[in-house]
């Protein structure tokens, strides 16, 4: 067995042998030998050229005996007039074929490449500018990645809504030892939508959540899904759910969450949106295929959750909806601590007292106080921040920048004084416990010529009928005091009759706080959380809506009587405080109680 191995080996080798000796002799005989032209005329002189092939630049001739190994040569032609010029003089001649194919490419390439660029850059702006990203990546989630250290953010910047970040903080545990909460059978909620007004510190508390759960954040805003192109969004909402489930444990935050999920078809006789509701319909597949085991949780935020599709907040999708409210009392006193970290404080300031004043303010809206304060202490140079400074800021927000630079006439002065004055007394007499804090003349803002700051100390979450009477008789009271001194009234009451107007239709259609109407609601669903919407009136017969206009005008009679005679009681009191608002043009909160406690309530 081993002989006829070797056997093979051997034979195998010289037949190996033998082919490479014939290619070397193969191409030695094929090889060629390249000249000047003048050489291969010599050559042939020499009859040292046995055959001679001709082509259109070439002539190739084969020797009769080889020359360095090689048995064929070559040569440029040239034109035979200019060869037998060239051979006169006994020079050595030839001619050059110059290469052109580089050229010829580039001339083909440079155009097209030239072409391309300008189309890929204008594609790429015009894709900027519609927010799309690059166009390989126009499907890809957008989401941006957080862990614990790039936010922050923990729930000890968080202060204001205690329940809600107790809510959080379980979500955050769970995610931490998910069988310490599985123990009894628990599941991780898969949901999780945190509902309030503007600025009440939704995200913040996601940032917060972000920081503690040391785990991948992927956050995103709603409005980022949606795209002109149909699909696009829904491809993202894929991608963005593969990239968490790579990650997982992890959580997906979407703010904003009404431009992605508003509800389908909700406007009958409108055309539907396509991608919305493609990317809406991804989103509600794709919350109901992930495990509530991987660890995998979608928190979102929205302060419109009335326009959100029902099929988004069925239970197994958002299991869970934290209200995130407007802070109390107590939520703007943690607040106003928390934001005053980075600021110097004089000793007067009170934060109790500067909580008692913000009723109705949210997060944001005292951190932008903090803020204000600081910049107008800085301004006027001081070491740190007084109570004065945010007297002075919140007074800027309320009411408005000071134009000191609108002079008014005297006339226009008297009107302004007697208007607001009449409002102080008015609300003085009627709404003690709000505490009238400045009156002034001096214009704010863009249509104010003057202002009565009366806020409430606490929070009231029930009012009654006497109560919103006297608020619409307070806001009466400048008007009446115009009415009393001049006999006529001029057009600064449009926002006082407005405010009014409001309060008197809402006791009519909403509270049913009138006798004749009875306990019955006209009014439709108002939105929550967005106080400015308008009411909706539902659908009523034209002798019902005759009577509520009878009501409201009735209420808001009725209450200018209310204001008209008080102020014609204490006209004295009235005509002391416009002279001192004349000379003063701001009376502080001091000065207006010394008025206060001389005022007939009869």
């Known amino acids: 067995m081993e002989k006829k191995t070797e056997w093979n080996v051997a034979y195998w080798l010289l037949a190996l042998s033998l082919l490479l000796l014939f290619q070397h002799y193969w191409l030695q005989y094929n090889a060629v030998l390249e000249v000047p032209y003048s050489r291969f005329v010599e050559y042939l002189e020499r009859q040292r050229i046995e055959q001679v092939w001709i082509t259109d630049r070439q002539i190739r001739g084969k020797l009769r005996s080889p020359e360095n190994g090689k048995w064929l040569v070559v040569a440029t032609r040239v034109e035979p007039e200019l060869a037998e010029l060239l051979s006169r003089y006994k020079v050595p001649y030839g001619r050059i074929v110059e290469n052109t194919w580089f050229r010829d490419l580039l001339s083909w390439v440079v155009p097209a490449l030239v072409f391309f660029g300008v189309w890929f850059f204008l594609?790429?702006?015009?894709a900027e500018k519609q927010g799309m990203g690059g166009f390989m990546s126009i499907g890809r989630s957008r989401a941006k990645v957080y862990v614990e250290k790039d936010t922050g953010v923990t729930f000890a910047d968080v202060a204001g809504v205690d329940e809600a970040k107790a809510e959080l903080v379980e979500v955050v545990e769970f995610l931490k030892d998910p069988q310490r909460y599985g123990r009894l059978g628990a599941r991780m909620p898969k949901g999780i939508l945190l509902v309030g007004p503007p600025g009440t510190g939704k995200t913040l508390l996601a940032k917060a959540v972000a920081g503690e759960a040391k785990v991948p954040f992927f956050s995103i805003s709603g409005s980022e899904f949606v795209e002109m192109f149909v699909g696009v969004g829904a491809a993202r909402v894929r991608d963005l759910f593969e990239q968490a489930r790579a990650h997982a444990p992890a959580i997906i935050f979407i703010d904003e969450l009404d431009a992605l999920g508003r509800a389908r078809g909700s406007v009958p006789?409108?055309?539907?949106?396509?991608?919305?509701?493609?990317?809406?319909?991804?989103?509600?597949?794709?919350?109901?295929?992930?495990?509530?085991?991987?660890?995998?949780?979608?928190?979102?935020?929205?302060?419109?959750?009335?326009i959100l599709d029902p099929a988004l907040l069925r239970a197994g999708r958002f299991d869970r909806q934290i209200l995130v409210d407007r802070p109390d009392k107590a939520g703007r006193l943690q607040i106003l601590q928390v934001h005053v970290r980075r600021i110097r404080l004089a000793p007067d300031v009170d934060l109790e007292q500067v909580a008692a004043m913000t009723t109705g303010f949210s997060g944001a809206d005292l951190a932008n106080l903090v803020n204000e304060a600081a910049i107008l202490a800085t301004r006027r140079g001081a070491e740190a921040v007084s109570q004065a400074d945010f007297t002075a800021a919140m007074e800027r927000i309320v009411a408005g920048l000071e134009k000191r630079n609108r002079v008014l006439n005297e006339a226009e002065r008297r009107t302004v004084a007697y208007h607001e004055m009449g409002h102080a007394l008015v609300g003085m007499a009627l709404r003690p416990e709000e505490p009238v804090h400045k009156v002034s003349i001096v214009p704010r803002g863009i249509g104010a010529l003057g202002y009565t700051l009366?806020?409430?100390?606490?929070?009231?979450?029930?009012?009654?009928?006497?109560?919103?009477?006297?608020?619409?008789?307070?806001?009466?009271?400048?008007?009446?005091?115009?009415?009393?001194?001049?006999?006529?009234?001029?057009?600064?009451?449009?926002?006082?009759?407005?405010?009014?107007?409001?309060?008197?239709?809402?006791?009519?259609t909403r509270y049913g706080m009138d006798e004749e109407l009875g306990h019955v609601s006209y009014a439709g669903n108002q939105n929550r959380f967005l106080g400015d919407a308008p009411i909706a009136v539902r659908e009523i017969s034209e002798a019902t809506a005759e009577r509520?206009?009878?009501?409201?005008?009735?209420?808001?009679?009725?209450?200018?009587?209310r204001a008209y005679g008080l102020l014609s009681q204490n006209r004295d009191l009235l005509e002391e405080g416009v002279a001192r608002l004349l000379e003063r043009e701001t009376l502080e909160e001091a000065q207006l109680r010394e008025l206060g406690r001389r005022l007939r309530r009869d």
């Open 123 to 126: 594609f790429r702006r015009f």
């Open 548 to 561: 509520i206009d009878r009501a409201v005008q009735r209420i808001i009679q009725q209450q200018f009587d």
């Open 454 to 508: 009366q806020r409430p100390t606490e929070d009231r979450y029930l009012m009654t009928r006497p109560e919103l009477e006297d608020k619409i008789a307070v806001l009466l009271g400048g008007r009446a005091a115009e009415q009393l001194v001049f006999g006529v009234i001029s057009t600064g009451a449009a926002d006082d009759l407005q405010k009014a107007t409001n309060i008197a239709r809402e006791m009519v």
């Open 269 to 306: 006789g409108v055309g539907g949106h396509d991608e919305r509701e493609q990317t809406l319909n991804q989103l509600l597949v794709e919350m109901d295929g992930f495990d509530t085991t991987s660890g995998l949780i979608i928190l979102a935020a929205t302060n419109r959750p009335e």
